[in-house]
């Protein structure tokens, strides 16, 4: 089937974060030119979903069924693409975890930044030797695509999972939230000092998204949007 208007597959990032947005948007794009990528705000969405779940996997696919449910009326073929994760840090039992966002205290409720959660850790972190710790990421999927015996609807969630330990001060100038504070054991590096392409090359997002990638492959085989053009390099 030749790629149209009409069988192109919306893709549509169910988050506000745009520097989630940079990261997931360069390892999405070349999978097939059936996909099209678009974000919450190029759709004139403005929307706040409540965290409400006590995992990463419930807040993942509390956001992706919310935005498939508000949006899919728009595309003929949909799939919503949402993420949560959280930094774990073994002497804080954990911690701060599915709270990795809103992890600095606050006064009046107000939401705290990214320097207010760095700042926080280290605080927390002060005179700690065990600094062991790890990035989650779990990506959750959402979608309906058309096959030979009616519509394949899906729900799908993919786990990425990264060691490594606690700097004793910020290192690096890129990435975002803790970024500046966490080695990856494999590099020596943080991940504040990385590149966007070397970050993507190992990140715990980008490896929950190569899993879902692989998850996707086989759905659209079973669907009459075909042939898929994937990405010789993966």
């Known amino acids: 089937m030749p790629e149209t208007a009409e069988n ?8 506000a974060n745009r520097d989630k ?7 999405l794009e070349t999978i097939s030119p059936l996909f099209n990528v678009v974000t919450l705000q190029e759709l004139g969405v ?4 409540e965290e409400t779940e006590e995992t990463l996997e419930g807040n993942a696919l ?3 069924r ?6 899919s009326e728009r595309f003929p073929f949909m799939i919503a693409m949402a993420d ?3 930094l774990e840090v073994d002497a804080l039992h954990g911690a701060p975890g599915v709270y990795s966002a809103r992890f600095a205290p606050m006064a009046n409720g107000q939401a705290p930044t990214y320097r207010d959660n760095v700042r926080h850790l280290l605080h927390r972190m002060e005179g700690v030797s065990n600094r062991e710790a790890r990035f989650r990421t779990v990506v959750a999927l959402k979608g309906a695509l058309p096959s030979p015996d009616g519509n394949v609807s899906f729900e799908h969630t993919a786990e990425g999972v990264v060691p490594g330990s606690i700097t004793l001060e910020e290192q690096g100038d890129n990435g975002f939230g803790y970024d500046p504070l966490f080695l990856v054991q494999s590099t020596g590096k943080t991940y504040a000092d990385m590149c966007t392409k070397e970050k993507n090359s190992l990140s715990h997002r980008s490896l929950a998204v190569q899993q879902s990638v692989v998850y996707l492959e086989g759905v659209l085989q079973q669907s009459s949007i075909l042939p898929i053009a994937t990405n010789p390099h993966q």
């Open 8 to 15: 192109r597959i919306t893709i549509v990032l169910a988050t």
């Open 21 to 27: 947005v940079k990261e997931l948007r360069p390892l």
């Open 46 to 49: 403005e929307v706040e979903i």
């Open 62 to 64: 509390l956001k992706a």
């Open 66 to 71: 919310a935005i498939f449910a508000m949006l």
């Open 84 to 86: 949560d994760t959280g």
